[in-house]
């Protein structure tokens, strides 16, 4: 009772305080994704494993990830919203102070994997929440904060942790986190409100193993996939690609013939929710293919230290961050078109001039290319999730915030195993085309021509967003009562 109380008073609850704590714990849940990547070496060295090995702290975190975000949409139908908010942070605390003590990595991983398990949680609870306590005509703002969250929290994760490295042992990366995961418990415990009603729908134990199978399957091969040493040929890529794309197949139609399915994928039959679906994918494939190419181009072509690739990367995270907000403020204003066609439009041109990138490129236009790149992206990601997210009656926002979630899980795997394909193809097929071993000159073209078409797949991919952002428009909340199949397209 005290639940469904607490639905009725939705506008009478202090909506600031609640969104505080979400933020807190979403940040440093989400910053321990690129946290630990820059440390591999360290930790190939302290903990005397193979980078093989070490391969698994970022493949089983998106695994973990990529199998709850699913299941999310079930969850938040029987537990209230501090149940499942504090539940996550309680567990990515618990992960964080594994990790911080480890003495091996199979306790390092154990220490990810819980950590992996609080950070599948939260996104869908702090999305659904902040889809429950705004009204549609001022969503824009709180998820542009969000977007702050999301975007600004993995840029910034490379460059502080090369800082750290360089003054501190690799497990003050966990330490360092403590006490802001704690505060996050905390404040969610004084202020965070039940705003969710909780139905408890039937619990179909062949959709969640369907559902288990099926995405892990496939972030598990695309991921092995994107490793260095691993082709498409490789039986541990084709085989959880293969089990999993059959038992996604299996999982999909056991969800539209369910009458309370796990995940209702009747989101689909919302024409924007779909459009913003395609749009998210593409932008997430496009923003990975920077991300992961950058690092690359600054490394092994301009001989930048990691420190250094990091410091070239943080005004662009920064400006992200600081952008997604006031794109929140003006979606609530104008409407998305105002802001996503722009933005697709900036993109296709900062996609191209990636691909015009050469030896004689200097540090400040990677600074500024990236910088532009970011903005870009602000003025897609949160604009469009908005406006897709606003079409759904609110009996559907677990489902769709789940959907969009995991799509962008999955899309992040395959971008990672796509763009190192291409990059590791056109690299060979460069060095093929010499008649003698590459000199230290060639080998930096040879890895630049893998990168530039990697860069050219990339611009691809904006040219399909820039299409897609033509037929965006503002969309209206249905009425409660309306059921999917009365909208039109």
């Not at 902040?130 to 005509?137: A, I, M, R």
């Not at 003006?330 to 933005?343: E, N, Q, S, T, Y």
């Not at 394909?421 to 097929?429: D, E, H, K, L, V």
Request: aromatic fraction near 8%.
């Amino acid at each position: 009772m005290n639940n469904v109380a607490a639905q009725h008073d939705v506008q009478n609850i202090r909506k600031l305080p609640i969104l505080v704590s979400l933020i807190i714990g979403a940040f440093f849940s989400i910053l321990n994704e690129t946290l630990l990547n820059i440390a591999l070496p360290k930790l190939e060295v302290a903990l005397e494993v193979s980078a093989a090995t070490l391969q698994w702290l970022a493949t089983g975190y998106m695994l973990v990830v990529g199998v709850l975000i699913p299941v999310s949409a079930l969850l938040v139908q029987w537990f209230t919203t501090r149940q499942m908010f504090l539940g996550a942070m309680v567990l990515f605390t618990a992960g964080t102070f594994l990790c911080g003590i480890a003495p091996s990595f199979e306790l390092l991983l154990v220490g990810r994997l819980l950590q992996a398990g609080g950070a599948g949680l939260m996104l869908p609870v702090m999305m659904n929440t902040v889809l429950v306590l705004y009204p549609p005509e001022t969503r824009g703002a709180a998820m542009g904060t969000i977007g702050l969250v999301i975007m600004f929290a993995p840029a910034i994760g490379p460059t502080l942790s090369g800082l750290i490295l360089q003054i501190a042992d690799w497990r003050w990366l966990f330490f360092l986190v403590l006490p802001f995961a704690a505060l996050s418990i905390v404040v969610s415990f004084i202020f965070l409100k039940n705003v969710t009603t909780i139905t408890k729908p039937k619990v179909d134990v062949l959709s969640i193993l369907l559902s288990t199978l099926g995405f892990g399957g496939i972030v598990f091969g695309f991921s092995n996939a994107g490793k260095a040493d691993t082709t498409w040929a490789s039986t541990n890529v084709y085989f959880p690609l293969i089990v999993g794309g059959v038992s996604l197949l299996l999982f999909v139609i056991r969800q539209l013939k369910s009458k309370e399915p796990m995940l209702d994928l009747r989101v689909f039959k919302f024409p924007m929710f779909t459009l913003t679906t395609l749009m998210l994918i593409i932008a997430m494939m496009t923003m990975f293919s920077t991300m992961l190419l950058l690092p690359f181009l600054m490394q092994g072509v301009f001989l930048m230290t990691t420190f250094t690739a990091g410091l070239v990367l943080l005004p662009g995270g920064l400006l992200n961050g600081l952008i997604s907000p006031v794109t929140g403020k003006l979606f609530d204003k104008f409407g998305p078109r105002a802001l996503v066609i722009p933005g697709s439009t900036l993109l296709l041109i900062i996609m191209w001039l990636f691909t015009r990138i050469d030896l004689q490129t200097t540090t400040t236009t990677l600074v500024i290319l990236h910088v532009a790149l970011m903005i870009a992206i602000a003025m897609i990601m949160m604009p469009t999730q908005t406006n897709g997210l606003n079409e759904l009656p609110q009996r559907m926002y677990p489902h769709g915030t789940a959907v969009l979630n995991t799509l962008q899980q999955i899309s992040g795997a395959i971008g990672v195993a796509l763009f190192i394909s291409i990059m590791t193809s056109g690299q060979q097929a460069y060095f093929m085309s010499l008649t003698a071993e590459p000199t230290l000159t060639q080998m930096s073209e040879g890895l630049l021509a893998g990168i530039h078409q990697a860069f050219v797949v990339g611009l691809i991919f904006a040219i399909g967003a820039l299409a897609l952002s033509l037929f965006t428009k503002r969309t209206k909340a249905p009425v409660e009562q309306a059921a999917p199949d009365s909208v039109q397209p």
